[in-house]
């Protein structure tokens, strides 16, 4: 095998995704399924740890990977403090904060827990973790919130939209640095980010209930009839918040969460179908327009990306929403292992340094 053979894994909640990549070729990718049962028996996320990452050894000596040639080992970065774009070194303040969930409990935790045991396993090998979703560089006027008790987080699909700004940029024979980009990913849930010169700037909290519905989250809520539902004694916190989170947007309207139902249903003249499907259309065309007035009305491009991309009918209407602003590229489905493993590539050439995680806790 080549010099650089890169390990990149990222949790989910229902599964775990690795891949092993030589260079920019992968050659090993496999999703391991978890059932209910298996992931019922833990009570914290964190407490998966052991389970997950013996499964992951198991693929790599049943593939016949060889183990002690994998230099790099990246995860998928976790709900640790806010942090700039970039590659990271784990280190134990890393791994403290994941553990804890000082920002949130979520699958993602585990991603530098595993990297860093493994790669304490191999000679000489690093672990890294790379533009998790707790990624920030929004600007200060964008964290107003409107009173001064609450602030405007960056929490957003970070990885998969600078790797696809990143594609674009390529594409185009541009710098990423150089550009004005709205990025909007389209998935289970959505988030749309002005990137300016290689920073994002500002973006919608994608999840904790901020910008546009999805398949599965309520996106904004009018705040009033939200406190008189949170005080109407009907309903606990945890039924509100999966109100907001798992059961809202097209959970709520129309009972499933599964998109490519959906866009059936509305292609076989289901009248409420299509008109939930055209509504989140445009509420995320709206956020779009509010990103442009971010960028002073000076865009590049428009990208879409996520696994709702593909929907061509739901591209289109988007596109006639928001075509006057740039010109709309798309680039459907999400790559996060490719998008992992060539953020480690980048640190193995030599092309971008590792940075060291320090963590600010949100002021």
Not at 199 to 211: H, K, P, Q, S, T
Not at 266 to 294: C, H, R, S, W
């Amino acid at each position: 095998m080549g010099d650089i053979l890169i390990l990149a894994i990222n949790p989910g909640s229902t599964s775990t995704k690795m891949a092993v990549y030589e260079g920019e070729k992968c050659i090993l990718t496999k999703t391991i399924r978890h059932s209910v049962d298996e992931i019922s028996r833990y009570r914290k996320i964190t407490d998966q740890f052991d389970f997950r990452k013996g499964l992951i050894i198991d693929v790599l000596v049943e593939e016949g990977i060889n183990v002690d040639s994998i230099k790099h080992i990246i995860g998928r970065g976790g709900l640790t403090w806010p942090l700039e774009s970039g590659v990271y070194l784990v280190n134990n303040l890393m791994l403290e904060h994941a553990r804890e969930g000082v920002m949130g409990e979520h699958a993602s935790n585990l991603g530098p827990l595993i990297a860093d045991y493994i790669a304490n396993q191999i000679p000489a090998a690093r672990a890294y973790i790379a533009d998790p979703v707790v990624t920030d560089e929004l600007e200060p006027i964008a964290r107003i919130s409107g009173h001064p008790r609450f602030q405007r987080l960056s929490i957003f699909h970070a990885l998969n939209q600078k790797a696809i700004a990143r594609t674009h940029a390529k594409v185009t024979g541009r710098n990423y640095e150089d550009l004005n980009l709205i990025v909007t990913h389209l998935g289970g849930g959505i988030s749309v980010g002005a990137h300016h010169n290689g920073r994002v700037i500002d973006v919608n909290n994608a999840l904790n209930g901020e910008g546009p519905f999805s398949p599965e989250r309520a996106g904004t809520l009018p705040v009033f009839q939200l406190i008189d539902l949170c005080f109407s004694g009907k309903f606990s916190k945890d039924q509100i918040q999966r109100m907001v989170v798992g059961e809202g947007g097209y959970v709520a309207y129309l009972g499933t969460n599964n998109a490519l139902e959906v866009q059936q249903s509305a292609e076989k003249e289901d009248q409420k179908a299509a008109f939930i499907q055209d509504a989140l259309g445009y509420q995320v065309a709206k956020l779009i327009g509010e990103m442009a007035v971010v960028l002073n009305g000076v865009v590049d491009a428009i990208l879409l990306t996520g696994g709702l991309a593909f929907n061509k009918y739901l591209v289109h209407y988007i596109k006639n929403k928001v075509g006057f602003i740039a010109p709309v590229f798309t680039y459907p489905g999400e790559d996060e292992l490719e998008a992992l493993a060539m953020n480690a590539l980048r640190v193995a050439k030599g092309e971008v340094q590792a940075k060291h995680y320090q963590g600010r806790e949100p002021s």
